[in-house]
């Protein structure tokens, strides 16, 4: 069964600094990640997804991710951080042992930037 | 991106009474939607998926007769919580896409509160 875990419920970065955000995936096939941002009481938003091709994936708001398949990782980065990033970041798979296609989402990560 | 809408954005309303909640995607056509329940500091679960002209496929563990799931149009799908209780109260959030494996966009969610 595929399954992404999320390993910090919160991150504090301070503005400016770079920020990091993991993610670890479990798939039995080639993965289909995505990351996806949410502000209090706001749906999701889509930052980027990694389908094929470059390890390197970059996204909104300046937001980039690296595929590393050997790690089983597919960490959310960017190099520096705004207060107004702070936010609920979800890493997800795609569930390809289902016939719609739906997400598997990790439990959250929370995004604290300080000024 | 796509924009998908939901209303309404948050209602409150006794125990007892029927809930209705409505999906729609303003600028695409939604071959499929999907329903999620999130509950405070957590992680979005999917409850069911629908196809538009088809009877929903819910996951293990939610009731079918209590979430009743409409996709009458390839633009809005309905969530009704019938009978609502306090339990129930939580954030639901819905998610359309064009196609079993394109991308999902995701509504700004419904905050229900069953007093």
């Known amino acids: 069964a595929q399954s992404v875990a999320q390993p910090e419920d919160q991150v504090n970065v301070a503005e400016g600094n770079p920020l990091t955000v993991k993610c670890t995936y479990s798939v039995s096939g080639n993965p289909y990640l995505f990351w996806y941002v949410q502000y209090p009481n706001r749906g999701l938003q889509f930052l980027l997804k990694y389908i094929t091709g470059d390890n390197l994936v970059k996204g909104s708001y300046g937001f980039e991710a690296e595929f590393n398949k050997s790690q089983t990782s597919f960490h959310l980065k960017k190099p520096s951080a705004l207060v107004s990033d702070s936010a609920l970041y979800f890493c997800?798979?795609?569930?390809?042992?289902?016939?719609?296609?739906?997400?598997?989402f990790g439990k959250g990560t929370k995004l604290s930037v300080k000024p | 991106g796509a924009v998908v809408s939901q209303h309404p954005s948050w209602v409150i309303c006794k125990s007892g009474t029927s809930v209705k909640i409505e999906c729609r995607s303003l600028d695409f056509q939604a071959t499929t939607m999907f329903w999620y329940r999130q509950f405070p500091k957590q992680s979005l679960m999917l409850m069911a998926t629908?196809?538009?002209?088809?009877?929903?496929?819910?996951e293990q563990g939610v009731e079918k007769d209590k979430f009743l799931i409409n996709h009458a149009s390839l633009t809005l799908s309905t969530l009704t919580v019938t009978s609502a209780h306090p339990e129930d109260s939580s954030f639901y959030i819905c998610?359309?896409?064009?196609?079993?494996?394109?991308?999902?966009?995701f509504g700004p969610g419904t905050r229900l509160t069953v007093l």
């Open positions: 997800a798979v795609r569930d390809l042992g289902g016939s719609q296609g739906n997400l598997i």
């Open positions: 629908s196809n538009e002209g088809s009877k929903a496929t819910y």
């Open positions: 998610s359309a896409s064009s196609g079993t494996y394109n991308e999902q966009f």
